[in-house]
């Protein structure tokens, strides 16, 4: 029984060794978790930064496209406003020449709103990527 108590020096050493070896590896580890840690935050703010960025951009390009639609919105009515009685007395004398005078400046209304806009969201698109 005293034989099975009995731990030798060497024994001892050994122990203590690889106590100390674990220790260390643990503090290693430790300081990698932390250095990881950091590098997670550094990251996390960059991307949360460059979210910001993409939101400014997004907002001042839809604002832009706003305000180019409200243009758009206060000529086409000045010009309906300036070219309604010219369009009543020619549609009392010869209506089919109206229908195309309207017709046309509808046409050209959509096709200019068309390019506007087009080219807002082709500028955003190549903007962005």
Do not use: H
């Not at 030798?8 to 203590?16: D, G, H, K, N, R």
């Not at 106590?19 to 840690?37: D, F, M, P």
């Not at 010219?86 to 959509?110: G, H, N, S, Y």
């Amino acid at each position: 029984m005293a034989d099975e108590k009995d731990v030798t020096v060497s024994e001892a050493e050994s122990a203590v060794s690889a106590y100390e070896a674990a220790e260390n590896e643990g503090k290693s580890a430790q300081e990698n978790l932390e250095r990881v840690k950091a590098e997670l935050e550094v990251k996390k703010t960059e991307a949360q930064k460059s979210l910001d960025e993409l939101k400014a951009r997004f907002e001042s390009v839809s604002s832009a496209v706003t305000e180019t639609v409200q243009e758009v919105a206060t000529e086409v009515e000045a010009k309906l406003d300036a070219a309604k009685d010219e369009w009543a007395q020619l549609a009392m004398t010869d209506p089919d020449a109206a229908r195309r005078q309207l017709r046309k400046f509808w046409i050209l209304v959509a096709g200019c709103s068309g390019l506007v806009i087009g080219s807002l969201v082709s500028s955003l698109v190549a903007w962005i990527f």
